[in-house]
């Protein structure tokens, strides 16, 4: 991303890996109502893979980055969203959901001061990560809502009540 760039979107994940590619169906759909639904001056929409210096290296200069992932949990909730702030402490922690390579990226990101300003990450539950295109039904169904988010206050950061890392599901 350039200095100009206020609001990196960043899509995360494999789109030959059926649900894996949640994120770029999103930013899919996003560019196909670009005419109609304009974004935000200065945003940027993005691929990268799970590699932490290439994520780094899109929101590196943004005030705001939007990260769209695929979730991999156990037991898993096909089609779940979980909605990801981060303030100053890690995004995940052992034992629990993990988005998938966020949170190598974000600890990198701290490690060298190349975390965006604020940090929003959405990841949708997977249900198969298989070689192949097209995502699950349950996970399909979320890729409107998404991209219905960068329209919408919703993905701004919310002021936090002293809790440096916030997680919502729905």
Same mark, same amino acid.
């Given at each position: 991303?350039?200095?100009? !760039?206020?609001?990196?979107?960043?899509?995360?994940?494999?789109?030959?890996? *059926?649900?894996?590619?949640?994120?770029?169906?999103?930013?899919?759909?996003?560019?196909?109502?670009?005419?109609?639904?304009?974004?935000?001056?200065?945003?940027?929409?993005?691929?990268?893979?799970?590699?932490? +210096? *290439?994520?780094?290296?899109?929101?590196? *200069?943004?005030?705001?980055?939007?990260?769209?992932?695929?979730? *991999?949990?156990?037991?898993?909730?096909? +089609?779940?969203?979980?909605?990801?702030?981060?303030?100053?402490?890690?995004?995940?922690?052992?034992? !629990?959901?993990?988005?998938?390579?966020? +949170?190598?990226?974000?600890?990198?990101?701290?490690?060298?001061?190349?975390?965006?300003?604020?940090?929003?990450?959405?990841?949708?539950? !997977?249900?198969?990560?298989?070689?192949?295109?097209?995502?699950?039904?349950?996970?399909?169904?979320?890729?409107?809502?998404?991209?219905?988010?960068?329209?919408?206050?919703?993905?701004?950061?919310?002021?936090?009540?002293?809790?440096?890392? !916030?997680?919502?599901?729905?």
């Amino acid at each position: 991303m350039t200095v100009s !760039t206020r609001i990196a979107v960043v899509a995360v994940g494999d789109r030959y890996r *059926h649900d894996d590619g949640i994120g770029r169906a999103v930013l899919s759909r996003m560019r196909e109502h670009l005419a109609d639904r304009p974004l935000p001056p200065g945003t940027a929409l993005a691929e990268s893979d799970i590699d932490p +210096g *290439h994520l780094i290296r899109l929101w590196e *200069h943004a005030e705001l980055a939007v990260v769209l992932e695929p979730a *991999h949990t156990r037991p898993s909730h096909p +089609g779940r969203i979980y909605r990801l702030e981060l303030n100053t402490v890690e995004l995940w922690r052992p034992g !629990t959901m993990r988005p998938h390579g966020l +949170g190598e990226a974000v600890e990198v990101a701290r490690q060298v001061n190349r975390l965006p300003r604020h940090l929003v990450a959405y990841a949708v539950e !997977t249900s198969d990560t298989s070689f192949g295109e097209g995502l699950s039904e349950p996970v399909a169904v979320k890729v409107d809502f998404l991209a219905g988010l960068g329209r919408v206050s919703k993905v701004f950061p919310r002021r936090s009540s002293g809790c440096p890392a !916030t997680v919502r599901a729905w």
